[in-house]
Nanobody, 117 residues
Framework: QVQLVESGGGLVQTGGSLRLSCAVS????????MAWFRQAPGKEREFVAL????????SYIDSVKGRFTISGDNAKNTVYLQMNSLKPEDAAVYYC??????????WGQGTQVTVSS
């Protein structure tokens, strides 16, 4: 059974940093694409960042470029999202997802990020 478990969310002041982790069990993520999504209250879930299984390609939504970094540790089967210079508009529930060409097949339960102004 594949499980994705996020951690690392919390309350941070504007300009602060957080590092989210997504631990994958039941399957090695090294053969999949990994991504982070987020959903703020009243808004649709949106893509934030993506990492390919070789850890050689990343992609980001424009609003987080230069501030967020996605990375993976194949040995730990864990994907990270380092978030710096956080803004109130970054506040959301952040979800980790794992997928392939057929879609995002596996999702975590989400971790809350709150940014105070």
């Amino acid at each position: 059974q594949v499980q994705l478990v996020e951690s690392g969310g919390g309350l941070v002041q504007t300009g602060g940093s957080l590092r989210l982790s997504c631990a994958v069990s039941g399957r090695s993520f090294s053969t999949y694409m990994m991504a982070w999504f987020r959903q703020a209250p009243g808004k649709e879930r949106e893509f934030v960042a993506l990492l390919n299984w070789k850890n050689t390609y990343t992609s980001y939504i424009d609003s987080v470029k230069g501030r967020f970094t996605i990375s993976g540790d194949n040995a730990k089967n864990t994907v990270y999202l380092q978030m710096n210079s956080l803004k109130p508009e970054d506040a959301a529930v952040y979800y980790c997802a794992m997928g392939d060409s057929s879609g995002w097949n596996y999702w975590g339960q989400g971790t809350q990020v709150t940014v105070s102004s």
